[in-house]
């Protein structure tokens, strides 16, 4: 089994919360070999925890007893680890449905739902396996997200010698507008000091993101319209009318968010330009003064020279 297995991450952590009070509370569920105690920074809301068991240890019971459990007025969150190696977006961010799928296009029948499911249901109960590419590609919805990450930690995983592709799937209204907003606003934080590098990453783990929806996504719409199209009778004109004017409205809120964010763009320029503007006059009208005072200066100068030569 995956060494991984036996690594569980404990996340909203207390800030108050001691390293070693939290790791005596979860070492009365196994031996613990290892583990790394995070505290709040500034790239890191609150304090976490990475805690390494024995083989022995049944980490599945320990998620289950403790799920939400309250440690300094905190409710905990617990999940397994997942390899370096995994998109950073699986690692961070818990989700119930599993993407599987085989490497090339299949026309193979026995690749269906009900085998998908016969085969992963051993690692949790299964809510829906639905078709994204027939034969091909599928989607499972676990009850448990703990079910997901023991099957992606079980991997390779085959069917007739093929090795099967597992992903993470993150729901869409997880994966919006609103990431790219928090990005923004920690960038421009003056009280947050993001490296170049930081936010770089932070960029392309979103971006990841959002374009691995967006292509299931697709694939979902694309199978759902073929699947509607074999099934429908008279109403086929209809049923095709009405998913176009769908797409069609998705297709233009995208288009008005893209829009919108050109306008936000163009008044920040705006903004730019106007402050740059206030900042020559101030600095024009600053110059006028000190020449002005100048002026007087020479001018009181010259009056009392005149004084001192009469």
Same mark, same amino acid.
């Given at each position: 089994m995956n060494r991984n297995q036996y690594n569980l991450y404990v996340s909203n952590v207390s800030n108050k919360t001691n390293g070693d009070r939290l790791i005596s509370y979860f070492s009365q569920f196994g031996k613990i070999e290892s583990y790394t105690f995070f505290a709040k920074n500034s790239d890191r809301h609150c304090a976490a925890a990475i805690i390494t068991y024995g083989i022995s240890t049944d980490i599945d019971y320990i998620i289950k007893q403790n799920q939400r459990i309250e440690f300094d007025n905190r409710h905990l969150f617990l999940r397994r680890t997942l390899p370096i190696v995994r998109p950073a977006f699986e690692r961070f961010?818990? /989700?119930?449905? &599993? &993407?599987? /799928? &085989?490497?090339?296009?299949s026309d193979d029948e026995q690749f269906n739902e009900i085998n998908i499911r016969k085969y992963f249901i051993k690692y949790g109960p299964i809510v829906s396996c639905r078709v994204v590419i027939p034969y091909t590609t599928f989607l499972i919805d676990y009850v448990d997200a703990n079910s997901l990450d023991c099957a992606i930690l079980d991997e390779p995983h085959f069917y007739n010698d093929n090795e099967l592709v597992l992903r993470k799937y993150i729901s869409p209204n997880r994966v919006d507008s609103s990431s790219l907003k928090r990005l923004l606003s920690n960038q421009n934080n003056k009280t947050t000091k993001f490296s170049f590098q930081e936010r770089?990453?932070? &960029?392309k783990h979103m971006t990841e993101a959002i374009q691995f929806v967006q292509k299931v996504e697709f694939r979902l719409i694309k199978c759902s319209y073929e699947e509607k199209k074999i099934k429908v009778n008279k109403k086929q004109n209809d049923d095709m009318i009405k998913l176009n004017i769908e797409l069609r409205n998705k297709s233009n809120d995208l288009n008005q968010d893209i829009e919108q964010l050109k306008q936000t763009n163009n008044s920040l320029k705006l903004l730019i330009e106007q402050n740059q503007r206030i900042q020559k006059h101030m600095i024009d009208l600053y110059k006028e003064k000190i020449q002005y005072e100048q002026n007087k200066a020479n001018q009181l100068k010259e009056a009392i020279n005149l004084l001192n030569f009469r």
């Amino acid at each position: 089994m995956n060494r991984n297995q036996y690594n569980l991450y404990v996340s909203n952590v207390s800030n108050k919360t001691n390293g070693d009070r939290l790791i005596s509370y979860f070492s009365q569920f196994g031996k613990i070999e290892s583990y790394t105690f995070f505290a709040k920074n500034s790239d890191r809301h609150c304090a976490a925890a990475i805690i390494t068991y024995g083989i022995s240890t049944d980490i599945d019971y320990i998620i289950k007893q403790n799920q939400r459990i309250e440690f300094d007025n905190r409710h905990l969150f617990l999940r397994r680890t997942l390899p370096i190696v995994r998109p950073a977006f699986e690692r961070f961010m818990a /989700s119930n449905e &599993l &993407l599987l /799928s &085989l490497t090339y296009l299949s026309d193979d029948e026995q690749f269906n739902e009900i085998n998908i499911r016969k085969y992963f249901i051993k690692y949790g109960p299964i809510v829906s396996c639905r078709v994204v590419i027939p034969y091909t590609t599928f989607l499972i919805d676990y009850v448990d997200a703990n079910s997901l990450d023991c099957a992606i930690l079980d991997e390779p995983h085959f069917y007739n010698d093929n090795e099967l592709v597992l992903r993470k799937y993150i729901s869409p209204n997880r994966v919006d507008s609103s990431s790219l907003k928090r990005l923004l606003s920690n960038q421009n934080n003056k009280t947050t000091k993001f490296s170049f590098q930081e936010r770089v990453r932070r &960029l392309k783990h979103m971006t990841e993101a959002i374009q691995f929806v967006q292509k299931v996504e697709f694939r979902l719409i694309k199978c759902s319209y073929e699947e509607k199209k074999i099934k429908v009778n008279k109403k086929q004109n209809d049923d095709m009318i009405k998913l176009n004017i769908e797409l069609r409205n998705k297709s233009n809120d995208l288009n008005q968010d893209i829009e919108q964010l050109k306008q936000t763009n163009n008044s920040l320029k705006l903004l730019i330009e106007q402050n740059q503007r206030i900042q020559k006059h101030m600095i024009d009208l600053y110059k006028e003064k000190i020449q002005y005072e100048q002026n007087k200066a020479n001018q009181l100068k010259e009056a009392i020279n005149l004084l001192n030569f009469r």
